[in-house]
């Protein structure tokens, strides 16, 4: 489902007036500081939030729009919501809760039980069917909290940090379920940038109420329209495929550190302050170096931002000092680096 039109709402001393535009069966990652009005705009589009001004259309018709009186209530919405703070009910069992959704919309007990059966399964919890919700770990309750939302059959799935409670060994599995091409439109709110970069189709930057900048991951990497998108990102990701220690990107090799991926394709990510760049080809420890040209130089307040051509597509952050003692410009050869250990891999 496709949803459009503009979010408008105060929301204490915050006036949040955001536009909307999310494609059927994308995933939007909406990303900025704590308080800058990303839960909210959640809230808004599951309707637990009414519109003070604005519109908002689904595919199914208006949702919300005050000049003409119109409001459709989150139970007649095709939205489901993953709280960041889980929202189980405290007195039913795992599946009682997960089987919620599908109850109140009149599926019988026994297909309702079934169907949170299948789902927690789906999630690496089908273990956890009969626990208690007070028995259940940080991530076991992300998890429960999740085949909750996805028992409701939603045409919308609303998430809020999603991946936060898990631990870094849980995080692969949930990001490749997020990522599945059967799942409905998805809107999640994170505060990590490689959940974003890994898992959006577009990125929304909030802050202050305000959209900032929108656009796809490699676009907001590529073109930041401020040093605060530059800095709230910065990441290069990078497509290729992992075979081992080895990672192929676009033909080109490069040595990674440790891991517990699986060979095939996967999403490599390069922090700019992790690239060195020298004159001459280094010595040393590093496992990845060669020979490039710089493509662009980008100056902002505190930092100079690099852009290097083939063989990778890199951003570079150095500081004034150190430009001046590489003595380049744009054009110029250099030779990068980068230790194998500083290249981060995720399921693609």
């Not at 001393?13 to 308080?35: F, Q």
């Not at 909210?40 to 939030?49: D, E, H, I, K, P």
């Not at 001046?324 to 693609?348: R, Y």
């Amino acid at each position: 489902m496709s949803v459009h039109g503009r979010i408008i709402v105060r929301v204490g001393d915050c006036r949040i007036d955001v536009p909307i535009d999310i494609a059927s069966g994308t995933t939007v990652a909406l990303i900025g500081p704590n308080g800058a009005g990303k839960t909210t705009v959640l809230r808004c589009l599951a309707g637990l939030q009414p519109l003070d001004d604005g519109r908002l259309v689904g595919a199914d018709g208006v949702w919300d729009d005050p000049g003409a009186g119109v409001f459709v209530p989150p139970q007649h919405r095709r939205v489901a919501m993953m709280f960041q703070q889980h929202a189980l009910i405290s007195h039913l069992n795992v599946r009682d809760n997960v089987a919620f959704g599908p109850r109140s919309r009149g599926v019988g007990t026994t297909a309702a039980n079934q169907r949170a059966a299948d789902v927690l399964a789906r999630v690496g919890a089908a273990h956890l069917i009969a626990r208690r919700v007070t028995d259940l770990s940080g991530g076991e309750a992300q998890r429960v909290a999740l085949a909750r939302a996805l028992a409701a059959d939603p045409e919308v799935l609303l998430l809020d940090e999603p991946l936060a409670a898990l631990d870094a060994a849980a995080r692969p599995a949930m990001r490749r379920l997020l990522a599945a091409d059967d799942l409905p439109t998805r809107v999640i709110v994170t505060h990590d940038p490689i959940d974003a970069l890994t898992l959006a189709d577009q990125i929304m930057v909030i802050d202050d109420g305000a959209l900032v900048q929108a656009g796809s991951p490699r676009e907001l990497v590529d073109t930041p329209r401020s040093a605060y998108v530059a800095e709230i990102l910065g990441l290069n990701p990078l497509s290729g495929v992992l075979t081992g220690d080895q990672l192929l990107i676009g033909g080109y090799p490069l040595t990674v550190g440790a891991h517990t991926v699986a060979d095939g394709d996967v999403v490599a990510v390069v922090r700019p302050r992790s690239v060195s760049l020298h004159r001459s080809r280094p010595e040393g420890s590093p496992r990845n170096v060669w020979s490039t040209r710089v493509e662009a130089i980008e100056r902002s307040a505190d930092r100079v931002r690099v852009r290097l051509g083939a063989p990778l597509p890199l951003v570079v952050e150095v500081t004034e000092g150190g430009l001046a003692a590489l003595d380049i410009g744009t054009g110029d050869e250099v030779w990068a680096s980068v230790k194998a250990s500083e290249i981060a891999v995720f399921p693609n």
